[in-house]
Protein backbone atom coordinates (compact mmCIF):
# COMPACT_ATOMS: atom_id res chain seq x y z
CA UNK A 1 0.00 0.00 0.00
CA UNK A 2 1.31 3.40 -0.75
CA UNK A 3 2.13 5.36 2.39
CA UNK A 4 1.20 9.13 1.91
CA UNK A 5 2.41 12.66 3.90
CA UNK A 6 0.64 15.49 4.32
CA UNK A 7 0.63 18.25 6.60
CA UNK A 8 -0.49 17.92 10.07
CA UNK A 9 -2.67 21.19 9.90
CA UNK A 10 -3.04 24.82 8.03
CA UNK A 11 -4.45 27.44 9.06
CA UNK A 12 -6.38 30.11 6.43
CA UNK A 13 -8.77 32.66 6.36
CA UNK A 14 -12.01 32.62 4.52
CA UNK A 15 -12.42 33.73 1.16
CA UNK A 16 -8.84 32.38 0.47
CA UNK A 17 -7.61 29.34 -1.69
CA UNK A 18 -6.38 26.58 -0.09
CA UNK A 19 -4.04 23.87 -1.46
CA UNK A 20 -3.05 21.01 0.85
CA UNK A 21 -0.53 19.06 -0.79
CA UNK A 22 0.25 15.36 -0.54
CA UNK A 23 3.36 12.71 -1.01
CA UNK A 24 2.70 8.99 -2.49
CA UNK A 25 6.43 8.75 -3.62
CA UNK A 26 5.58 4.64 -4.06
CA UNK A 27 2.53 4.88 -5.82
CA UNK A 28 1.60 2.23 -8.08
CA UNK A 29 0.28 2.71 -11.81
CA UNK A 30 -3.08 1.02 -10.39
CA UNK A 31 -3.75 3.18 -7.63
CA UNK A 32 -6.07 6.30 -7.79
CA UNK A 33 -5.72 9.56 -5.12
CA UNK A 34 -8.52 9.96 -3.40
CA UNK A 35 -9.22 12.92 -1.06
CA UNK A 36 -11.65 12.63 2.01
CA UNK A 37 -13.34 15.38 4.49
CA UNK A 38 -14.23 14.42 7.90
CA UNK A 39 -16.54 16.96 10.47
CA UNK A 40 -16.00 16.20 13.93
CA UNK A 41 -17.65 13.38 15.05
CA UNK A 42 -18.66 12.23 11.56
CA UNK A 43 -17.74 9.83 9.21
CA UNK A 44 -15.36 11.07 6.25
CA UNK A 45 -17.15 12.24 2.94
CA UNK A 46 -15.69 11.84 -0.64
CA UNK A 47 -14.59 15.19 -1.77
CA UNK A 48 -12.83 14.00 -5.33
CA UNK A 49 -10.40 11.42 -7.00
CA UNK A 50 -7.91 11.47 -9.89
CA UNK A 51 -5.38 9.41 -11.61
CA UNK A 52 -3.30 12.06 -13.39
CA UNK A 53 -3.56 15.66 -14.41
CA UNK A 54 -6.42 18.05 -13.07
CA UNK A 55 -9.74 17.23 -11.91
CA UNK A 56 -12.28 19.12 -10.92
CA UNK A 57 -15.96 19.06 -9.25
CA UNK A 58 -18.37 21.56 -7.55
CA UNK A 59 -16.39 21.10 -4.50
CA UNK A 60 -12.78 21.37 -5.20
CA UNK A 61 -9.79 20.86 -8.04
CA UNK A 62 -7.42 18.08 -7.85
CA UNK A 63 -3.80 18.38 -9.20
CA UNK A 64 -1.66 15.53 -9.92
CA UNK A 65 1.75 16.02 -11.74
CA UNK A 66 3.08 13.74 -14.36
CA UNK A 67 5.14 11.59 -11.99
CA UNK A 68 2.05 11.40 -10.13
CA UNK A 69 4.39 11.24 -6.67
CA UNK A 70 2.35 13.75 -5.25
CA UNK A 71 -1.13 15.80 -5.45
CA UNK A 72 -2.80 19.15 -4.18
CA UNK A 73 -5.94 19.45 -3.11
CA UNK A 74 -7.16 22.70 -4.00
CA UNK A 75 -10.12 24.49 -1.98
CA UNK A 76 -11.09 27.95 -3.65
CA UNK A 77 -12.33 30.76 -1.67
CA UNK A 78 -13.15 28.68 1.71
CA UNK A 79 -15.88 29.40 4.49
CA UNK A 80 -16.14 28.66 8.19
CA UNK A 81 -17.91 25.42 7.46
CA UNK A 82 -14.58 24.11 5.86
CA UNK A 83 -13.20 23.93 8.99
CA UNK A 84 -12.40 19.86 8.84
CA UNK A 85 -9.62 16.79 8.60
CA UNK A 86 -8.85 16.22 5.42
CA UNK A 87 -7.16 13.40 4.39
CA UNK A 88 -5.39 12.27 1.20
CA UNK A 89 -5.20 8.75 0.29
CA UNK A 90 -4.42 6.21 -2.82
CA UNK A 91 -5.06 2.30 -3.27
CA UNK A 92 -6.75 0.61 -6.34
CA UNK A 93 -9.98 -0.74 -7.17
CA UNK A 94 -9.43 -3.97 -4.63
CA UNK A 95 -7.60 -2.13 -2.12
CA UNK A 96 -8.55 -1.50 0.98
CA UNK A 97 -9.06 2.20 2.34
CA UNK A 98 -6.09 2.96 5.14
CA UNK A 99 -6.48 6.36 6.37
CA UNK A 100 -3.23 8.27 7.38
CA UNK A 101 -3.20 11.32 9.66
CA UNK A 102 -4.92 13.86 7.78
CA UNK A 103 -4.32 17.71 7.50
CA UNK A 104 -6.77 19.92 10.07
CA UNK A 105 -7.29 22.85 8.04
CA UNK A 106 -8.63 25.28 10.28
CA UNK A 107 -10.61 28.73 8.81
CA UNK A 108 -10.73 31.84 10.34
CA UNK A 109 -12.77 34.80 9.84
CA UNK B 1 -27.68 11.00 4.06
CA UNK B 2 -25.32 8.98 2.89
CA UNK B 3 -27.12 5.66 2.07
CA UNK B 4 -25.21 4.09 5.00
CA UNK B 5 -27.06 4.07 8.51
CA UNK B 6 -25.69 3.38 11.77
CA UNK B 7 -27.19 2.15 14.77
CA UNK B 8 -27.43 3.08 17.58
CA UNK B 9 -25.74 6.69 17.70
CA UNK B 10 -24.92 6.90 20.81
CA UNK B 11 -23.99 3.48 23.34
CA UNK B 12 -23.00 3.30 27.12
CA UNK B 13 -22.08 -0.23 27.95
CA UNK B 14 -20.26 -1.60 31.13
CA UNK B 15 -17.57 -3.78 30.52
CA UNK B 16 -19.00 -7.10 31.29
CA UNK B 17 -22.30 -6.57 29.01
CA UNK B 18 -22.83 -7.65 25.37
CA UNK B 19 -23.52 -5.56 23.04
CA UNK B 20 -23.83 -5.29 19.50
CA UNK B 21 -23.58 -2.06 16.26
CA UNK B 22 -25.78 -2.54 13.20
CA UNK B 23 -25.20 -1.23 10.05
CA UNK B 24 -27.31 -1.39 6.73
CA UNK B 25 -26.68 -0.29 3.09
CA UNK B 26 -28.90 0.47 0.39
CA UNK B 27 -26.26 1.32 -2.05
CA UNK B 28 -25.72 -2.05 -4.06
CA UNK B 29 -22.50 -1.93 -2.99
CA UNK B 30 -20.11 -5.55 -2.50
CA UNK B 31 -17.43 -4.48 0.34
CA UNK B 32 -18.49 -3.31 4.27
CA UNK B 33 -15.74 -1.82 6.05
CA UNK B 34 -15.38 -1.15 10.41
CA UNK B 35 -12.93 1.74 11.78
CA UNK B 36 -12.36 2.55 15.21
CA UNK B 37 -11.75 6.02 15.59
CA UNK B 38 -10.58 7.37 19.19
CA UNK B 39 -10.50 10.71 20.41
CA UNK B 40 -8.17 12.79 17.52
CA UNK B 41 -6.69 10.21 16.55
CA UNK B 42 -6.71 8.70 12.00
CA UNK B 43 -9.83 6.17 11.36
CA UNK B 44 -8.32 2.44 12.24
CA UNK B 45 -9.08 -0.37 9.67
CA UNK B 46 -10.74 -2.87 11.47
CA UNK B 47 -12.41 -5.12 9.57
CA UNK B 48 -13.43 -5.70 5.57
CA UNK B 49 -16.03 -7.86 4.21
CA UNK B 50 -16.02 -8.37 0.75
CA UNK B 51 -18.97 -10.26 -0.88
CA UNK B 52 -19.99 -10.76 2.70
CA UNK B 53 -16.40 -12.41 3.04
CA UNK B 54 -14.10 -11.46 5.90
CA UNK B 55 -10.46 -10.27 3.59
CA UNK B 56 -9.19 -8.15 6.07
CA UNK B 57 -9.01 -8.38 10.35
CA UNK B 58 -6.68 -5.68 11.53
CA UNK B 59 -5.34 -7.57 13.97
CA UNK B 60 -8.32 -7.08 15.93
CA UNK B 61 -8.96 -8.38 19.88
CA UNK B 62 -11.82 -11.20 20.16
CA UNK B 63 -13.73 -9.19 21.95
CA UNK B 64 -14.68 -7.46 19.10
CA UNK B 65 -16.64 -10.12 16.38
CA UNK B 66 -17.62 -8.82 13.16
CA UNK B 67 -20.70 -10.76 11.03
CA UNK B 68 -22.06 -9.78 7.69
CA UNK B 69 -25.35 -11.98 7.17
CA UNK B 70 -25.76 -10.34 3.60
CA UNK B 71 -24.14 -7.79 1.20
CA UNK B 72 -26.21 -4.85 2.89
CA UNK B 73 -25.67 -5.57 6.92
CA UNK B 74 -22.64 -5.67 8.78
CA UNK B 75 -22.86 -6.20 12.41
CA UNK B 76 -19.84 -5.43 15.37
CA UNK B 77 -20.48 -7.95 17.90
CA UNK B 78 -18.87 -6.59 21.44
CA UNK B 79 -18.46 -8.46 24.68
CA UNK B 80 -16.02 -7.92 27.84
CA UNK B 81 -14.79 -4.28 26.47
CA UNK B 82 -12.16 -2.04 27.64
CA UNK B 83 -12.90 1.18 28.63
CA UNK B 84 -9.70 1.99 25.86
CA UNK B 85 -12.53 0.68 23.69
CA UNK B 86 -14.09 3.36 24.03
CA UNK B 87 -14.35 5.41 20.39
CA UNK B 88 -16.48 6.51 17.76
CA UNK B 89 -17.33 3.34 15.31
CA UNK B 90 -17.90 3.82 11.95
CA UNK B 91 -19.04 1.41 9.25
CA UNK B 92 -18.45 2.21 5.37
CA UNK B 93 -19.29 0.29 2.13
CA UNK B 94 -17.68 0.75 -1.38
CA UNK B 95 -18.26 -1.33 -4.89
CA UNK B 96 -15.20 -2.87 -5.09
CA UNK B 97 -13.87 -3.68 -8.31
CA UNK B 98 -15.69 -1.11 -10.25
CA UNK B 99 -14.35 2.66 -11.44
CA UNK B 100 -15.84 4.36 -8.89
CA UNK B 101 -14.14 3.65 -5.64
CA UNK B 102 -15.98 6.44 -3.73
CA UNK B 103 -16.50 4.92 -0.29
CA UNK B 104 -19.69 5.66 1.87
CA UNK B 105 -19.78 6.31 5.76
CA UNK B 106 -22.57 6.06 8.13
CA UNK B 107 -22.36 8.89 10.89
CA UNK B 108 -20.73 6.56 13.92
CA UNK B 109 -21.71 5.00 16.91
CA UNK B 110 -20.20 6.94 19.46
CA UNK B 111 -19.67 4.19 22.39
CA UNK B 112 -18.79 4.70 25.89
CA UNK B 113 -17.18 1.52 27.99
CA UNK B 114 -17.77 2.28 31.70
Known amino acids: LAKTTQPISMDSYEGQEVNITCSHN???????ITWYQQFPSQGPRFIIQ???TKVTNEVASLFIPADRKSSTLSLPRVSLSDTAVYYC??????????FGQGTELSVKP | ETGVTQTPRHLVMGMTNKKSLKCEQH?????MYWYKQSAKKPLELMFV???????ENNSVPSRFSPECPNSSHLFLHLHTLQPEDSALYLC?????????????FGQGTRLTVV
Open chain 2, 92 to 104: ASSQMGGVNTEAF
Open chain 1, 26 to 32: NIATNDY
Open chain 1, 50 to 52: GYK
Open chain 1, 89 to 98: LVYNQGGKLI
Open chain 2, 27 to 31: LGHNA
Open chain 2, 49 to 55: YNFKEQT
